[in-house]
């Protein structure tokens, strides 16, 4: 494992126990709103500062872009990092949340974890050498028929600017493919395409910090992942479709008659 990505799997675990901790009592939670239905709580907090205090341990001349404390330094290392990303399931006790951890040198995405504590499961990835589970090498699925097809998504539930776009696309999926899931965690849900356990993944409205480490994942396991026309602009538009790479160019097919208006790629 390259040396950077040890240190970013060590700061994915201190997050993950700070997360388990937590977890044995959620009636304890403090939970505040930082916007209508996007919730934070100190355990979010708690955990970016463990991750923090790690990498600038080790790397203390990185940048870094993090969920709770923004943007700081200059470099052109800089990791993207999302402490706890699913805080609503977090919050009811629904197990489907992780730890999201990813490095871009010079805007390429070169190392990627991505922690899920309640399946123990460590997804990782750098760049040119492959994804893995643990320690078991991550392929896409080869399933090639969308009407086969098991595609994760996102709802829209802070902004509804394109709700009716989102809801045209999800009429004509749910129709179209064996069945849509909505698990509530982007990152484990971009993992779970690289895994081959979802076919593909689309969601509108994301943050770097949800995709950057689940994006290479799926890349380094033989799929494709880009903005609603399919190119590599998704970090900056937050809008994002992955797959393998016939169930991907299917998706795009269905998203691109609703790409007029206010919905841009
Ligand atoms: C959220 C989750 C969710 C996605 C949201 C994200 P958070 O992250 O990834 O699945 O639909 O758009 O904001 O706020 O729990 O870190
Ligand atoms: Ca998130
Ligand atoms: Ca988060």
Known sequence: MHPMLIIA????????????????????????????????????????????????????????????????????FQWIIDPLDGTTNFIHGFPQYAVSIALAHKGVLTHAVIYDTNRNELFTASKGEGAFLNEKRLRVSNRGKLDEALIGTGFPYRSFDHIDAYLAIFRELTQK?????????????????????????????????????????????????????????????????????KVFAQILQVIAPHLSGTLKP
């Open 177 to 245: 493919t064996a069945g849509l899931r909505r698990p509530g965690a982007a990152s484990l849900d971009l993992a779970y395409v690289a895994a081959g356990r979802l076919d593909g993944f689309w969601e509108f409205g994301l943050s770097p910090w949800d995709m950057a480490a689940g994006a290479l994942l799926i890349s380094e396991a033989g799929g494709l992942v880009g903005d609603l026309n399919g190119e590599p602009n998704y970090l900056s538009s937050g809008n994002i479709v992955g797959g393998n790479p």
């Open 9 to 76: 799997v060590k700061a994915a675990r201190r997050a993950g126990q700070v997360i388990s901790r937590a977890s044995l009592d959620i009636s304890q939670l403090k939970v505040s709103t930082k916007q209508q239905s996007d919730y934070v709580t100190e355990v979010d907090k708690l955990a970016e500062g463990a991750i923090i205090e790690m990498l600038r341990e080790n790397y203390p001349n990185h940048a870094i872009l993090a969920e709770e404390s923004g943007s700081s330094g200059q470099s052109e």
